[in-house]
Antibody, heavy 119, light 106 residues
Framework: QITLKESGPTLVKPTQTLTLTCTFS??????????VGWIRQPPGKALEWLAL???????RYSPSLKSRLTITKDTSKNQVVLTMTNMDPVDTATYYC???????????WGQGTMVTVSS | DIQMTQSPSTLSASVGDRVTITCRAG??????LAWYQQKPGKAPKLLIY???SLESGVPSRFSGSGSGTEFTLTISSLQPDDFATYYC????????FGQGTKLEIK
């Protein structure tokens, strides 16, 4: 059974850097074709894809946020980490990590973690 | 970015109704289109991938169709558990979601 769980701060100040960790089980990020990504959702709004890392360390970023994002993986710990710099109140959202295979749809999602940006 | 536009934004229907949600892409995404269901406070759940393939465990009353720029999600006979928000998402060029369609009880 595949599960993913997000963790990180619930509150960050404007201009700070956000670091979120996705801890997963039930699959290996060293298996060919497997990827883990991040998607966010501001309160009452639509979903927005942020970043994705593949089994071979190939990384993809949303063009509109690329300059602020870094995604890394620790295969031995079954973790994927997302950092987002220069946080702003508009970045207030629930952040999800999710699993995909072979550049397809997001099959399994974590429960999400709510991050508020406020001074 | 490929823009995804869903219609309607809100849909009121009754149990047993047949409903259809439309998703239009700003450019062709071939069949690289997924549909998700989201309930309040929960993560999205994959329903349909590759435009028309039903995800394992999803009831057969859900179906998807289309290719290129026009797609539809149909629920053949609404059940109480189906009232939720639905999102389309393309994965032909990066990943973009539609703005969502909220399915409400009439």
């Amino acid at each position: 059974q595949i599960t993913l769980k997000e963790s990180g701060p619930t509150l960050v100040k404007p201009t700070q850097t956000l670091t979120l960790t996705c801890t997963f089980s039930g699959f290996s990020l060293s298996t060919s074709g497997v990827g883990v990504g991040w998607i966010r959702q501001p309160p009452g709004k639509a979903l927005e894809w942020l970043a994705l890392i593949y089994w071979d360390d190939d990384k993809r970023y949303s063009p509109s946020l690329k300059s602020r994002l870094t995604i890394t993986k620790d295969t031995s710990k079954n973790q994927v980490v997302l950092t987002m710099t220069n946080m702003d109140p508009v970045d207030t959202a629930t952040y999800y990590c999710a699993h995909l295979v072979d550049d397809s749809s997001w099959e399994i999602w974590g429960q999400g973690t709510m991050v508020t940006v406020s001074s | 970015d490929i823009q995804m536009t869903q219609s309607p934004s809100t849909l009121s229907a009754s149990v047993g109704d047949r409903v259809t949600i439309t998703c239009r892409a700003g450019q062709s995404v071939s069949s690289r289109l997924a549909w998700y269901q989201q309930k309040p406070g929960k993560a999205p759940k994959l329903l349909i991938y590759k435009a028309s393939s039903l995800e394992s465990g999803v009831p057969s009353r859900f179906s998807g169709s289309g290719s290129g720029t026009e797609f539809t999600l149909t629920i053949s006979s609404l059940q109480p558990d189906d009232f939720a928000t639905y999102y389309c998402q393309q994965y032909n060029s990066y990943y973009t979601f539609g703005q969502g369609t909220k399915l409400e009880i009439k």
